[in-house]
């Protein structure tokens, strides 16, 4: 366990280094949650804020109104449950627990960390020490997944009561599960990373092999017959397309990641695209 901790640390620091030191995740306007924004030209502008592609492009003078740096409240929210013992579901979500958290202290920001692992809740006060991120993480990892279920239909409710500060709000889980988080999105900047492992999504037949519910912890009599595989796909591809279309009806940001080479990826597309 100890050496998996120093590597995934180890790890975290290099790609926190090279591709996303430097600035915040958010894109925060002065001291409210809107993004930039362009509107005409004002003359108490600064003319160097003049985008002059958009001017050409409408006829009249355009500013960009930019971006502050500024502090963030940076919560990455770890769901947890049976599911995460498949493939190295959990493993990932360590990965990114290390990522998300020493992106926040690198930039200078507050980071607080929060576990939901099955029914129970465990919540981190909110640090800029760095030593804390290899305890978390070593929490996490220790963590016995199999047998716990988790409620997807509290969690926006239970992060809105636990969560008081406006934040950047990382949700990591498999979400496979159907959630609401129409009502956290509208105090938070919420974004979520989907962890997937790749038989999930593309299970192959094989009559011989036993199945487990992660859950229940129970094994399962029924086999993985073509019917049924074909029966699962279409349901799950029904679940992600209503998953997808709550995330973009209230502007919550998302990406799904199946394992530790996709993180940097994944991260630069849910923020810079």
């Not at 963590?143 to 992060?159: K, M, N, T, V, W």
Request: one cysteine or more.
């Amino acid at each position: 366990m100890k050496k998996k901790i120093e590597t995934i640390i180890l790890q975290a620091k290099e790609e926190v280094y090279r591709l996303l030191q430097g600035g915040n995740f958010s894109k925060f306007l002065g001291h409210g949650y809107d993004f930039s924004e362009l509107r005409t030209y004002d003359s108490s502008d600064d003319i160097r804020h003049i985008s002059w592609i958009n001017s050409a492009k409408l006829g009249e003078p355009y500013v960009k109104k930019m971006h502050e740096e500024r502090e963030l409240n940076v919560v990455v929210s770890m769901l947890i449950d049976g599911r995460m013992a498949i493939g190295k579901k959990q493993e990932l979500m360590g990965q990114l627990l290390a990522v998300l958290s020493y992106s926040a202290l690198f930039a200078n920001d507050l980071l607080q960390s929060c576990f939901f692992v099955g029914e129970s809740f465990k919540q981190y006060k909110p640090t800029k020490q760095i030593e804390e991120v290899e305890v978390t993480l070593k929490e996490l990892l220790e963590i016995e997944p199999l047998g716990l279920a988790l409620d997807y239909s509290q969690i926006g409710q239970r992060l809105l009561e636990k969560i008081e500060q406006k934040s950047l709000l990382f949700l990591v889980g498999d979400f496979l599960d159907e959630v609401d988080l129409s009502v956290l999105a509208q105090k938070h900047e919420v974004c979520v990373l989907i962890v997937r492992d790749r038989w999930e999504e593309a299970p192959i037949q094989n009559p011989e092999a036993q199945l487990l519910n992660p859950i229940r912890n129970r094994l399962i009599s029924k086999t993985l017959s073509s019917s049924a595989i074909k029966y699962y796909k279409e349901k799950l591809e029904e679940h992600d397309q209503n998953l997808y279309a709550h995330f973009n009806k209230h502007k919550i940001r998302y990406v799904k990641i199946f394992s530790s080479d996709e993180i940097v990826k994944s991260l630069e597309e849910l923020f810079y695209n």
